[in-house]
């Protein structure tokens, strides 16, 4: 070849060569839509035309043509991975015709189609965008930090509309206002350019055109207009709507956010920053508009809107000189064309206003129809010439100024404009865009013109206060194309000679060889003879089309034979020379889809292949020193050096991984100035036969047999040096071989040459090797590499002449750095030019000697190199914040630990990274240890880096941790946890980062299993109770299978009547039939305590409809179990008896499903039953799904489809439900909803609607949830008013009066809840005293509000004159006032509600209303209820307590004066109030004396119930007491299944006859299910809005039957799910993943009736409530001890409840769990203390087991501590092995384990005097002086038995092991070697080693120290102490260096 030989010198090979095709190619080919095409020839052919260039390929389903390659584009990106981790592999967007593929492959081009997506139209345009969502717009409001939400989407651009598909699958389909030319994704969201024709006249003076620029930030926002600010190109600085034409996006970069524009008139380039608008700049720009509106605009706005109309639909839109900015914000509510209304309906504002009901896709995004209207109509065939005359179409009404302002969200700022050139050609618009950044860090921003053959680079830069860009100059350089290659920052140039060059920045880095492809050459197609013309190489399209065009010219452009767009280019010379030349064979004519460090050329002939650009360097070490000489170099200098080392390193044939580094040495030193030829060790550095140019070849030599100097080679190569120092050496006791040295090295010194590139930097460059050094000896796994690092350090150490360095290295490596070295000599005068830069320091920083130091507590700072040596920094750092104790080393950056070393020039990049370090968690941080540990998690340090690190720099962050692990805080993230080996913990805190879309009760809380003897049975809806978890709370009976028998339904029940002689058959069957309609009356009750139970057991499957159980109403009678049923017509049965049941027993099965199931809209629809039966469960399905939070996700329509169905029950439910699901929050759709079916809230003169009286009392229910606690006076006033609402004229509102007016009440009552004497705004309402009247009655007051026109006339049917009805009224008014004046304890109002007491007033009160009053007054006084017999007896009033027969009197007294029956009934009643108000205040406490006292008061009601007085009382108002009390029992009891409770519950559902009615199976069955809530997950809160939702749900008046709602609604029974909260704290065993027993202790807090307690639980238990309690920790000894601090906040403990109360733990070393061992005697510790004689020998290595579960103890314990038959001395070494494990074992330090071993190996292998390195003797002295440091002896006097080594006398017999090694070397001539050191004389080689322990073990200071200290001739030891002072000297090793230095011989040695 005759190519340059500097050119040859310079290639890079390319790696990998693959051909490419786009993946989505081929997949199109077998896409489905490619057979529409066949359909495409029986469709007219006016549609063909429409189908945009489709019909010439109608039916051609062969090889892709040239039109389809035409049409096909993709674009390539590096792989984004969803989780987040660093991932190599391209993902493809294809395109062709309607498809869109995205495909993603990994390296080795397994590629997958990841989504296809089809549209209707063409698809012009796909790309990748991020949106982001401002929180406040996204449903997801659990997001924790992030302000936004970034969602990740594509965009497919058709003609009229754009598509968004996120991947979370999300579809938007945003339609297009205008005809656009390109879209471009942003920082922000979308930049769509709008299409303007070049023809566009320009606009005259008074009109402002259009804008051309707008920007979408979320496919549900509008498209709005962009603004820019600018100076320069637009005159006036001012803010303005981008409206110039000529302007057009060439390139949109999101980091940085810019923008960069080509004017098409000036020829000119434009970067612009693009931001969001400030407010300031929108009024700016809005104001400016509207003064457009003067009347000499009145014309021009007109025939703009005209105009607009006009705008047409086809491919090239067009553009209009009447155009007007004004337009864009004049919209007119008047539609005049007919096109236009069914194109898109106008809107209403309130459809606007909410963004999800906007019909017709978005198309409010230009909110209104005139801003920009399509019309087909007017499109006329020379689309360029439509004007219009200024009134031609305009009607008066376009006049209409109604206008809404678009407002602009994005602006853009002018930064830079390239320079304006005389030689400008017309067509220079920039081809490619791209933005690059050098190898040092500089950033540019390249654009390739095409025209002129030339890529401009412009340097830029962030300023130093990050607002802006700054750009610097521009440079050029030749390409044909150019594409970044961002992996390792270069780009790829391809000259105009075909020749592929890489650049870094613009610096050339060289050519790149590719193999396989020939490489171009000048001279060949010089000698060629000139072709005649020059356009016959133009038949090869020169560039695939579709890459410049934007999609829209495309359309222009469809002639078959692609053109080349600038004739002008044939006619430039280098153009021509490239024809001729590249009709030879294959070339390279076009480079794209550059990604990381890959690139496609596309050849000439239409092939294209993908190669990838080789990286920097591979191995870690040479990476390592790149960076560090990098950082320190002067730009210009580190990318020369760069580039070098780039060419060396990459020639073709390059070395392999091994010799890498051998390369980078040789190719650094020959830059420093070295001759590597001559360098006795550089010379023989082995380069596994590479060819690079830098380095010289061997001389080849002829001789085949080998010579001398072959074994000469072999002896001083590099592997040589490695085998000595090499243990197997050693271990074969092989003499060491030394190579002679050549003679002729030595005679001539070696000089360096001062010339070259890094010359005057070596100083420089060796410091910042050192520090890698350093920094890499923190990395165990880095041993390879310090020892070839050291070979280069002392070479440049001895040339420096540093012998403070030599020294340094030598007692590191002893083996490797021998004495006799080849130095070369610099000059002094040379010197003089070396840099030495200001950091440099004469004493080599070592962080061994600086932890060493600090250890004792004095402190240097440790200069450190960011970015590089961030190990160092880390172990500084927290070494000092742990041991010194000092917390702002971890605070604020610049510590005075370090000091950093840049090379002055580089101020940005430092301080990126700085401030990720600062504390970012709120968690409770209390010790020393604790603040490291969280620190060290933040900046990303984790247990692998931890193991990495040596074992006596990892000590102190150990002990930090060890401290830690023993008592952490419950909060720590789950790193923290993960760091401290606590799995439980951080087990905790990943399950508490789960989003709550995962179904996050966890594996263990939902027992899959279903036990073998239900499948048979029908399903009861109990199966899905987690039977686990209850068999641990309750062990020792089946109590659960009892209640299961006791609640199911779902089975016929058993009719037990006996056939009397003398009843006929027919009777008997009738007796048979009453006696079941009396058990159905049970069965019926069943399901309300069944949804109690079963209360959020389960997790639906969204694609099965949910099992609701039958309601079973048949039965079987025995002794042949013949069938028993109601409907045979033998007797009456009372018509829809089975309705509310049923309801009931939806609202059961809809209460299991958890609130944290996954649920939508379509699946609760999907619910909805077929047959209509079963409308009633459904109805009481949504209730339940209100109940537990689920209702608000179903769709608005589908609520009103079921409310206009009319259906009552239906109606109810979804009432109820919608208002629970909203509870408090106001919510005005939800108001609405509920005011239709309330006639009081509806205006006056609205139509009389007719609603069913219960769905009445139901959504006036629903008032006082959706308003509950907020005082909200309108609601209030009307509530009031509606309490006493009189029966209408007309009969409306008479029957059930009643159920409403307590409805009223009650909602009253919530809507006020608690607020007492403080109602904000209501004091003219009067409200207690209104509320009073209707207790107590009186006169009515005149009725105030609108409503008063209905109430004039009375009722023609009942007679209340003008008094309130009591009866009706008192409940309502008086629980409103209870629950008003809620624990308020407000004295006044409470003796309101006394209970009367004189016989007079007593006869005018109903006993039932005692009840209620009585709970009332004691609700008030919170505070005063006390749990004992005298307080509920306090109660009563004195008449009747003197008067009273007591509850087991046998006989009654008479009395005249005194009706007895009044006085019993008042008695019972006034009783059961207060037992009741005693439930709500003790509810879910399982306060002992509470219970007792209500057991003995239901004791005494049974016993009353069969004494003979009870007819007195009467049974009906007996049994009304029982249930009230077995409520009030069960209340208190909540979820704990209380054996007592649950035989009353039983007894009392036994009784079926008499007087038992539903309501009172009712009772026992809520009281059974509250007993058993959730299982007994779930307790009752005493919050307020409880004790609301329990009074609606006990209401004490039980219905008669199972249809009657008189009284109260039977729906509000299920309310009380409003105050069930999940309390079970369930241990979980972190290890197994099962339930388990834990000890856990409680703290309360103090109150007024108690001090702070403890009280130890075992759990699983459920808490009491969380606001009485101060902490909960687990307790030991067995599990691990966790606190649970409530004083922070009682947030983190909810979490863990609602989440089914798992608290992961983890049992301790040796430990059984209590169900293995309930009493703790056979855990291995209660051994290990029986037979303490041999610790070791009695611990077994089988036992381990039982002490962890950590699989490497096992292996551990089975092959190093197991005895074998012959083993001889290795015994010794097996019982250490055991006595160490179990050490480690049981002081639950497993990880220490290695340091054990490693100390034990390290001080054996001194023993035998085989140091190598003193690595290893290094660390056993920090081990040894951490432990004797000051902080670590301060922490053991804190708590003496607790830390890392403390039990054990290892440490002590380690060190004097090693002391009396070194002793015996000493004595043994060691002294000799040891004088000659310090007096600077060479010592002999055996001697090395043991000489460098010595000096490092005894930190005995360098030759030069001692020199400098002065310290000849001393006479006396005391002198040398002093004089040792400064030096750190320990006294132990002056004792023993004193012999030496005070001269006399006899040793001092003790």
Same mark, same amino acid.
């Given at each position: 070849?005759s190519d340059h030989s500097?050119?040859?010198a310079?290639?890079i090979?390319a790696?990998d ?5 786009p993946?989505?190619?081929e997949?199109?080919?077998r896409?489905p839509?490619?057979?529409t095409?066949q359909l495409?020839r ?7 035309c429409s189908?945009d260039?489709?019909a ?5 389903l062969?090889?892709?043509t ?5 049409r096909?584009?993709w674009?390539l990106r590096?792989?984004?991975?969803d989780v ?7 993902e493809?967007l294809?395109?062709a ?7 993603k492959?990994s ?12 549209v209707?139209?063409?698809v012009?345009?796909a /790309?990748?965008?991020d949106?982001t969502?401002p929180q406040e ?24 509309c754009?598509n968004?598909?996120s991947?979370?699958g ?8 205008f ?9 922000y969201?979308?930049l #769509?350019?709008?299409?303007s ?10 009109r402002?055109?259009?804008?051309t620029?707008?920007s979408m930030l979320h ?5 709005? $207009?962009?603004v820019c600010k600018?100076?320069?190109v637009?005159g006036?600085?001012?803010v ?11 390139f949109v970069s ?7 524009t ?6 000119l380039?434009?970067?612009?920053a693009?931001?969001?608008v400030k407010?300031?700049e929108q ?11 003067t ?6 706005s ?7 109309r006009?705008?047409?639909k ?13 337009s864009i ?6 539609v005049s064309?007919? @096109?236009?209304?069914?194109? @898109?309906?106008?809107i209403s ?15 409010h995004?230009?909110s209104?129809?005139q801003?920009?209207n399509?019309s087909s ?7 360029h ?11 008066d009404s #376009?006049?209409v100024p ?6 602009p969200?994005?602006?853009?700022d002018h ?5 304006v050139t005389?030689?400008r ?9 791209f933005?690059?950044?050098?190898l040092c ?7 390739l013109v ?9 340097k830029f ?6 607002s802006q ?10 390409a ?10 270069t ?5 105009g ?6 650049? &870094? ?7 790149v060889f590719?193999p ?6 000048l001279?060949?197609s ?6 005649s013309?020059p ?13 410049h ?9 469809l002639?078959?034979?692609?053109e ?5 280019k044939?006619h430039?010379?280098?153009y021509v ?11 390279i ?8 460090n890959?690139?496609?050329?596309e050849l000439?002939n239409n ?9 920097i360097?591979?191995?870690?070490l040479?990476?390592?020193c790149?960076?560090?000489i990098?950082?320190i170099l002067?730009k210009?200098v580190a990318?020369?050096?760069l ?6 390193y990459n ?6 991984y091994h010799? %890498?580094?051998?390369l ?7 830059m ?11 010379r023989n550095?082995?380069?596994e036969?590479?060819l ?6 061997k001389k080849?030599?002829p001789?085949?047999?080998?010579s001398?100097e072959?074994?000469e ?7 040589h040096?490695?085998f000595?120092s ?12 030394e ?5 002729d ?32 000896k ?7 590499g310090?020892?070839?690092l050291?070979?280069l350090?002392?070479q440049l150490?001895r040339? !420096? ?6 020294d340094?290295?030598?007692?590191d490596y002893?083996?490797l750095?021998k004495?006799s070295?080849q130095t070369c000599?610099?000059d002094?005068v040379?010197?003089g ?20 130091s ?5 402190v240097?700072?440790y200069?450190?190199l ?6 160092s ?5 927290s070494?000092?914040l ?5 917390e ?5 950056e610049a510590s005075h ?5 840049t090379?002055g020039?580089?101020k940005?990049?430092i301080?990126?990274d ?7 968690h709120s968690?409770?941080?209390s ?5 490291l540990?969280i620190?060290?998690t933040n900046?990303?340090?984790?247990l ?5 690190l040596p ?10 941790i ?7 805080? @419950?909060?720590?993230p789950?790193a ?7 799995q439980?913990?951080?087990k905790q805190?990943?399950?508490?980062n789960?989003?709550k879309?995962?179904s996050s009760?966890g594996p ?24 686990e978890?209850?068999?641990?709370i ?18 016929p029940v ?8 003398e009843?006929?058959d027919h ?5 048979k039939?009453?006696r079941?309609l ?9 399901p ?7 209360l959020?057991?389960y997790h639906?499957?969204?694609?099965e409809?949910?099992p ?15 069938t028993v049923d109601l409907n045979?017509g ?12 049923? #309801?009931?027993?939806g ?20 619910n909805?039953?077929?047959?209509a ?5 459904y109805?009481?399905f949504?209730m339940a799904?209100?109940l537990?939070?689920h209702l608000?996700?179903?769709a608005? !329509?589908?609520?009103h489809?079921y ?7 239906t ?8 208002s629970?699901?909203k509870l408090g929050?106001?919510?005005?759709a939800?108001t609405r ?5 309330i $006639?009081?809230l ?7 609607l007719?609603?069913?009286?219960n ?6 229910i629903?008032?006082?949830l959706?308003y ?5 006076r309108?609601?209030a006033?009307? /509530?009031?008013?509606?309490?006493g609402?009189?029966?209408?004229p007309?009969m409306?509102y008479?029957?059930?009066r009643?159920?409403?007016?307590l409805?009223s ?6 809507v ?46 009942i007679?209340?004159?003008d008094?309130?009805n ?6 309502g008014a008086t ?5 008003i004046?809620l624990?308020t ?8 509600l006394?209970?009367?007491d004189?016989?007079?007033? /007593? ?5 039932e209303?005692l009840?209620?009053?009585t ?8 505070d ?7 307080w ?11 008067n009273?027969?007591? /509850?087991?009197?046998?006989e009654?007294p008479?009395?005249?004066d005194l ?11 006034i009783i ?7 439930g709500?205040?003790f509810?879910g406490s399982e306060n002992l ?13 049974l016993k ?7 007819s007195?009382?009467?049974h009906?108002?007996?049994?009304t007491?029982?249930s009230v009390?077995?409520l009030? !029992? ?5 979820g704990s299944?209380?054996l007592?409770v649950?035989?009353l519950?039983r007894?009392?559902?036994k009784?079926?006859?008499g007087?038992m009615?539903y309501?009172?199976?009712?009772a ?5 299910g509250?007993l058993?809530?959730g ?8 919050s307020?809005?409880?004790?609301a939702?329990l ?11 199972s249809?009657d709602?008189?009284y ?11 105050a069930?909260?999940p309390?079970l704290?369930t ?7 099962t339930?388990c027993?834990a000890?856990?202790e ?5 109150t ?8 130890e639980l075992?759990a699983p238990?459920?808490l009491?409530?969380l606001?009485?309690?101060k902490?909960i920790?687990?307790k030991g000894?067995r599990y691990?001890e966790?606190?649970i601090?409530l &004083? ?7 979490s863990?409840?609602?989440k ?5 733990v983890k049992?301790r ?6 169900k293995?061992?309930?009493m ?8 290990t203390?029986?037979?303490r004689n ?12 039982a ?8 292996s551990f314990?089975?092959y190093?501590c ?10 010794e070494i097996?019982?250490?092995? &055991?006595s160490?494990?179990y ?9 220490m ?5 490693a100390i ?6 001194? %023993?035998r ?5 003193t ?11 951490f432990f ?8 053991m ?10 039990n054990?006398?290892f440490?002590?017999?380690?060190k ?7 002793d ?5 001539g060691?002294?000799?070697s040891l004088? @000659?050191y ?23 200071p360098?030759p030069g120290?001692?020199?400098a200290?002065g310290?000849?001739g001393?006479t006396? #030891?005391s002198e ?9 000297m ?11 230095l005070l001269?006399?011989p006899q040793?001092?040695?003790?």
């Amino acid at each position: 070849m005759s190519d340059h030989s500097d050119e040859r010198a310079t290639m890079i090979a390319a790696g990998d060569l693959q051909e490419f095709a786009p993946r989505g190619r081929e997949h199109c080919r077998r896409h489905p839509s490619a057979l529409t095409l066949q359909l495409r020839r029986l469709q007219p052919a006016s549609e063909l035309c429409s189908s945009d260039g489709a019909a010439g390929l109608v039916g051609s389903l062969r090889e892709v043509t040239i039109h389809e390659r035409q049409r096909e584009s993709w674009q390539l990106r590096k792989g984004v991975s969803d989780v987040g981790e660093e991932v190599d592999y391209d993902e493809e967007l294809y395109v062709a015709s309607n498809m869109v593929i995205w495909s993603k492959g990994s390296k080795n081009q397994a590629s997958t189609v990841y989504k296809a997506f089809t549209v209707d139209s063409p698809v012009l345009q796909a /790309l990748w965008c991020d949106f982001t969502i401002p929180q406040e717009k996204s449903e997801k409001a659990d997001v924790s930090d992030g302000d936004e939400i970034v969602e990740k989407c594509i965009c497919i651009l058709q003609n009229s509309c754009i598509n968004v598909h996120s991947i979370e699958g999300k579809d938007y389909i945003a339609a297009l206002p205008f005809q656009v030319a390109n879209v471009w994704p942003t920082k922000y969201g979308l930049l #769509f350019e709008r299409s303007s024709s070049s023809h566009e006249v320009p606009p005259s003076p008074p009109r402002e055109p259009l804008p051309t620029m707008f920007s979408m930030l979320h496919p549900l926002d509008e498209i709005t $207009p962009l603004v820019c600010k600018s100076g320069g190109v637009f005159g006036s600085a001012r803010v303005q709507y981008v409206a110039d034409y000529t302007l057009r996006i060439v390139f949109v970069s999101a980091e940085p956010s810019i923008v960069m524009t080509y004017d098409t008139v000036q020829s000119l380039h434009t970067v612009w920053a693009l931001r969001r608008v400030k407010p300031e700049e929108q009024n700016t720009v809005l104001k400016f508009s509207e003064q457009m509106g003067t009347p000499q605009h009145v014309a021009t706005s007109s025939s703009l809107t005209a105009h607009l109309r006009s705008f047409s639909k086809g491919d090239s839109p067009v553009g209009s000189p009447f155009q007007n900015y004004s337009s864009i914000h004049s919209q007119s509510r008047s539609v005049s064309s007919p @096109s236009m209304q069914s194109r @898109s309906p106008s809107i209403s504002n309130m459809a606007a206003l909410s963004r999800s009901h906007s019909p017709a896709l978005g198309v409010h995004s230009f909110s209104g129809v005139q801003r920009f209207n399509f019309s087909s109509s007017a499109q006329s065939p020379k689309r360029h010439s439509i004007t219009h005359s200024p009134n031609s179409t305009c009607s008066d009404s #376009f006049l209409v100024p109604e206008t809404e302002p678009i407002v602009p969200e994005l602006c853009i700022d002018h930064l830079w404009t390239e320079t304006v050139t005389n030689m400008r050609e017309k067509n220079s618009q920039a081809s490619k865009v791209f933005i690059t950044t050098d190898l040092c860090g500089q950033k540019f921003l390249c654009f390739l013109v095409e025209s002129q053959l030339q890529l401009r680079c412009v340097k830029f830069q962030e300023s130093n206060d990050k607002s802006q860009l700054i750009f610097g100059s521009v440079t050029n350089i030749q390409a044909k194309d150019a594409a970044p290659v961002q992996g390792i920052y270069t780009l790829l140039v391809l000259e105009g000679s075909g020749n592929l060059v890489l650049y &870094s920045g613009v610096v050339r880095v060289g050519k790149v060889f590719i193999p396989g492809l020939p490489a171009p050459s000048l001279t060949m197609s010089n000698q060629m003879p000139r072709p005649s013309t020059p356009l016959d190489s133009v038949s090869t399209p020169s560039k695939s089309l579709s890459k410049h065009l934007g999609p829209l010219e495309e359309g222009v452009l469809l002639s078959p034979v692609p053109e080349l767009r600038d004739s002008s280019k044939l006619h430039d010379s280098t153009y021509v020379e490239d024809c001729t030349f590249q009709q030879l064979g294959t070339f390279i004519h076009a480079l794209r889809d550059p990604v990381h460090n890959r690139v496609t050329l596309e050849l000439s002939n239409n092939t294209m292949v993908r190669i990838t650009i080789p990286e920097i360097a591979t191995s870690e070490l040479v990476k390592r020193c790149l960076q560090g000489i990098k950082a320190i170099l002067p730009k210009e200098v580190a990318v020369q050096m760069l580039v070098k080392w780039y060419n060396a390193y990459n020639a073709p044939g390059g070395p392999s991984y091994h010799s %890498e580094w051998n390369l980078f040495v040789t190719c650094l030193m020959n830059m420093m100035g070295y001759n590597t030829e001559r360098l006795y060790w550089t010379r023989n550095l082995d380069f596994e036969g590479s060819l690079s140019p830098v380095i010289a070849p061997k001389k080849a030599r002829p001789s085949e047999t080998g010579s001398d100097e072959d074994w000469e080679y072999l002896l001083s190569s590099d592997y040589h040096r490695n085998f000595e120092s090499h243990p197997v050496a050693k271990a074969l006791r092989l003499d060491l071989l030394e190579a002679s040295a050549p003679k002729d090295d030595f005679s001539q010194s070696l000089s360096l040459d001062s010339s070259t590139l890094l010359f005057t930097h070596i100083p420089a460059i060796f410091f910042v090797l050192h520090l890698i050094y350093e920094e890499l000896k923190l990395n165990t796994l880095m041993g390879e590499g310090i020892r070839s690092l050291v070979v280069l350090l002392v070479q440049l150490a001895r040339d !420096l002449k540093l012998e403070a360095y030599i020294d340094y290295y030598y007692r590191d490596y002893p083996a490797l750095v021998k004495t006799s070295r080849q130095t070369c000599i610099i000059d002094q005068v040379q010197t003089g030019f070396m840099h030495h830069p200001s950091f440099f320091s004469a004493e080599p920083p070592s962080i061994f000697q600086w932890l060493s130091s600090c250890l004792k507590g004095a402190v240097q700072p440790y200069p450190y190199l960011p970015g590089i040596c961030e190990r160092s920094k880390l172990v500084v750092v927290s070494v000092a914040l742990y041991i010194l104790g000092d917390e702002s080393a971890v605070s604020n950056e610049a510590s005075h630990y370090l000091y950093k070393i840049t090379s002055g020039q580089r101020k940005q990049q430092i301080e990126q990274d700085d401030n990720r370090h600062n504390f970012r968690h709120s968690t409770s941080v209390s010790s020393l240890a604790e603040k490291l540990v969280i620190w060290m998690t933040n900046v990303g340090f984790t247990l692998r880096d931890l193991e990495s690190l040596p074992f006596g720099v990892a000590l102190p962050i150990r002990d930090a941790i060890y401290y830690c692990r023993e008592q952490p805080a @419950s909060d720590w993230p789950e790193a923290v946890c993960l760091l401290i080996g606590r799995q439980d913990l951080s087990k905790q805190a990943c399950e508490g980062n789960l989003q709550k879309s995962k179904s996050s009760v966890g594996p263990v809380l939902s027992s899959d299993i279903p036990s073998g003897t239900e499948s048979e049975e029908d399903e009861d809806g109990m199966n899905d109770m987690n039977e686990e978890v209850m068999s641990l709370i309750w062990s020792e009976d089946l109590r659960v299978q009892e209640v299961r028998r006791l609640l199911q339904s779902a089975r016929p029940v058993r009719v037990n009547v006996v056939q009397m002689p003398e009843a006929s058959d027919h009777e008997y069957i009738e007796e048979k039939e009453n006696r079941l309609l009396q058990l159905c009356q049970r069965t019926m009750a069943l399901p309300v305590g069944r949804g109690m139970f079963t209360l959020f057991s389960y997790h639906p499957v969204p694609t099965e409809q949910l099992p609701i159980p039958k309601l079973n109403l048949t039965g079987r009678a025995p002794p042949r179990n013949t069938t028993v049923d109601l409907n045979s017509g033998n007797i009456d049965v009372p018509p829809n008896m089975a309705c509310w049941a049923s #309801f009931h027993n939806g609202v059961a099965a809809g209460l299991k499903i958890a609130p944290a199931s996954q649920i939508d809209s379509a699946w609760i629809v999907y619910n909805k039953p077929k047959i209509a039966e079963l409308a009633n469960e459904y109805a009481g399905f949504l209730m339940a799904l209100g109940l537990n939070g689920h209702l608000t996700k179903l769709a608005t !329509l589908n609520i009103h489809d079921y409310l206009t169905k009319g259906h009552e029950m239906t109606s109810i439910g979804l009432l109820l439900g919608v208002s629970a699901a909203k509870l408090g929050t106001m919510d005005m759709a939800i108001t609405r909803l509920l005011s239709i079916h309330i $006639p009081a809230l509806l205006p006056p003169t609205s139509t009389e609607l007719d609603v069913p009286h219960n769905v009445q009392v139901a959504a006036v229910i629903g008032i006082g949830l959706v308003y509950q606690g907020t005082a909200h006076r309108h609601t209030a006033e009307v /509530l009031l008013a509606e309490i006493g609402r009189p029966p209408g004229p007309e009969m409306e509102y008479c029957t059930d009066r009643e159920s409403y007016s307590l409805a009223s009440g009650l909602a009253l009552g919530m809507v006020c809840l608690g607020h007492g004497s403080n109602l904000i705004g209501m004091s003219d309402l009067n409200v207690p005293e209104q509320l009073y009247q209707y207790m107590v009655g009186g006169h009515r007051r005149f009725q105030a509000g609108m409503h008063r026109e209905k109430h004039k006339s009375p009722s023609y049917q009942i007679k209340e004159g003008d008094t309130i009805n009591v009866d009706v009224t008192c409940p309502g008014a008086t629980l409103a006032l209870a629950m008003i004046y809620l624990k308020t304890n407000n004295r006044s109002i409470a003796d309101w509600l006394q209970a009367p007491d004189t016989m007079y007033l /007593l006869d005018f009160v109903k006993p039932e209303f005692l009840l209620l009053r009585t709970l009332a007054r004691c609700l008030i006084l919170w505070d005063d209820i006390l749990p004992n017999s005298k307080w509920v007896n306090s109660n009563v009033p004195q008449i009747i307590r003197e008067n009273s027969i007591s /509850l087991h009197a046998t006989e009654l007294p008479s009395s005249e004066d005194l009706s007895l029956e009044t006085l019993a009934q008042a008695h019972v009643y006034i009783i059961a109030g207060a037992c009741l108000s005693l439930g709500f205040r003790f509810a879910g406490s399982e306060n002992l004396a509470a219970f007792k006292c209500l057991y003995k008061y239901a004791t005494d009601f049974l016993k009353c119930l069969s004494a003979p007085t009870a007819s007195i009382t009467g049974h009906y108002n007996l049994e009304t007491c029982l249930s009230v009390l077995l409520l009030s !029992l069960a209340m208190v009891m909540a979820g704990s299944g209380n054996l007592k409770v649950l035989q009353l519950c039983r007894f009392m559902h036994k009784k079926t006859g008499g007087e038992m009615n539903y309501g009172f199976h009712l009772a026992h069955h809520m009281a059974l299910g509250l007993l058993f809530l959730g299982g007994g997950r779930y307790s009752l809160s005493t919050s307020n809005s409880s004790i609301a939702a329990l009074l609606c749900a006990l209401y004490p008046h039980f219905p008669v039957h199972s249809t009657d709602n008189r009284y109260h609604l039977q729906a509000l029974r299920h309310l009380y799910v409003l105050a069930a909260e999940p309390r079970l704290l369930t241990p979980i065993d972190v290890d197994s993943n099962t339930p388990c027993y834990a000890l856990i202790e409680v703290t309360y807090k103090g109150t007024q009736w108690y001090a702070e307690a403890t009280e130890e639980l075992m759990a699983p238990t459920l808490l009491p409530e969380l606001h009485l309690l101060k902490q909960i920790r687990v307790k030991g000894p067995r599990y691990w001890e966790l606190l649970i601090d409530l &004083s922070k906040g009682t947030n983190h403990l909810k979490s863990i409840l609602s989440k089914g109360g798992v608290l992961y733990v983890k049992l301790r070393a040796g430990q059984l769990s209590y169900k293995e061992d309930p009493m703790g005697w056979r855990s291995l510790l209660a051994q290990t203390v029986t037979h303490r004689n041999s610790e070791a020998r009695a611990f077994k290595p089988e036992a381990i087991s039982a002490f962890t579960s950590d699989p490497a103890l096992f292996s551990f314990a089975d092959y190093f501590c197991k005895p074998t038959v012959n083993m001889g001395q290795k015994q010794e070494i097996l019982d250490l092995f &055991s006595s160490i494990l179990y050490e480690c074992v049981t002081q639950e330090n497993p990880e220490m384990l290695p340091t054990y071993i490693a100390i034990d190996q390290a001080v054996r292998r001194l %023993e035998r005097r085989e140091m190598s390195e003193t690595f290893e003797l290094w660390q056993i002295k920090l081990v040894l002086e951490f432990f004797s440091s000051r902080s670590h002896q301060e922490r053991m006097s804190r708590n003496p038995n607790r830390g890392l080594f403390m039990n054990s006398e290892f440490l002590p017999v380690m060190k004097c092991t090693i002391d009396n090694t070194l002793d015996q070397w000493l004595q043994a001539g060691g002294d000799v070697s040891l004088h @000659s050191y310090l007096s600077g004389q060479p010592t002999e080689e055996s001697q090395l080693s043991m000489l460098a322990c010595f000096l490092i073990y005894h930190s005995v200071p360098t030759p030069g120290q001692l020199a400098a200290g002065g310290l000849e001739g001393n006479t006396n #030891f005391s002198e040398l102490l002093l004089k040792f002072k400064q030096l750190n000297m320990p006294v132990r090793a002056l004792l023993r260096l004193a012999p030496l230095l005070l001269r006399n011989p006899q040793s001092m040695v003790l």
